[in-house]
């Protein structure tokens, strides 16, 4: 079953962050009840549209036995962004070097930015200027 665009565009519009409750999940995916598979396919569906969720073990069918539809899920858009990388770097360290996005990103150290990266706070920087 595919995921609706319904949390995709929710979580882009709220900025790339957004909190769904498990029984919002289940229903865009058209199932009537939880249960233990149907949580793995709600975690296949997120990544299948370029989201990522956290805590990881609440759509773990292992280790989320009994689910319940009022437990919720942090979503982010995966875009390679400054948030992405940071939530990236601690979910999954093994693809991403950790010390460079955590020494650079979340401690502010520039120097240890690559140029992707770089670009990406120019971006925001002007961006934000362009607001108000």
Do not use: H
């Amino acid at each position: 079953m595919e995921q609706t665009p319904g949390t995709a565009a929710r979580c882009r519009a709220d900025g790339g962050l957004t909190e769904a409750s498990l029984g919002e999940l289940r229903e865009e995916l058209g199932y009537r009840k939880l249960g233990r598979w149907v949580l793995a396919e709600i975690a296949e569906a997120l990544q299948a549209t370029g989201l990522g969720y956290f805590p990881p073990e609440r759509l773990d069918p292992d280790q989320n036995t009994e689910p319940r539809q009022s437990q919720t899920v942090w979503i982010y858009c995966r875009d390679g962004g400054p948030r992405a990388r940071v939530i990236d770097a601690v979910l999954r360290p093994q693809e991403c070097d950790v010390r460079a996005v955590l020494d650079g990103l979340g401690g502010g150290n520039l120097a240890a930015l690559g140029l992707q990266d770089r670009l990406e706070l120019i971006r925001q920087i002007v961006n934000t200027g362009n607001d108000g």
